[in-house]
């Protein structure tokens, strides 16, 4: 079983910078495909980047430019920096990981950011 622990969410000025951490427990955190998602108030859970256990990333129209995903296998951790934010970036932000080739999936509580002035 695989814990994640997200950090990092705060409040912030439109045009300001966070950067998201998610830790995880154990030792198959690099036999995982991670992703961080959002999901603001009324709104649907939304995928915001993703990145492959190899290494390969992907965007949202809505991250692409603004946000970079990472990862450090040696950590058991993900980030999230998120740069130039917006008003509409505010939402609580979840991190997944998955097991590829299983159904095996993992979420942390998530973590708040707010983007206002």
């Known amino acids: 079983q695989v814990q994640l622990v997200e950090s990092g969410g705060n409040w912030v000025q439109p045009g300001g910078s966070l950067r998201l951490s998610c830790v995880a427990s154990g030792s198959s955190f690099r036999f995982l495909n991670m992703a961080w998602y959002r999901q603001a108030p009324g709104n649907q859970r939304e995928t915001v980047a993703t990145?492959?256990?190899?290494?390969?990333?992907n965007y949202a129209d809505s991250a692409k430019g603004r946000f970079t995903i990472s990862r450090d296998n040696a950590k058991n951790t993900v980030y999230l920096q998120m740069n130039s934010l917006k008003p509409e970036d505010t939402a609580v932000y979840y991190c997944?990981?998955?097991?590829?080739?299983?159904?095996?999936?993992?979420w942390g509580q998530g973590t708040q950011v707010t983007v206002s002035s």
């Open positions: 997944k990981g998955d097991l590829p080739g299983t159904n095996s999936e993992y």
């Open positions: 990145v492959t256990r190899g290494g390969t990333t």
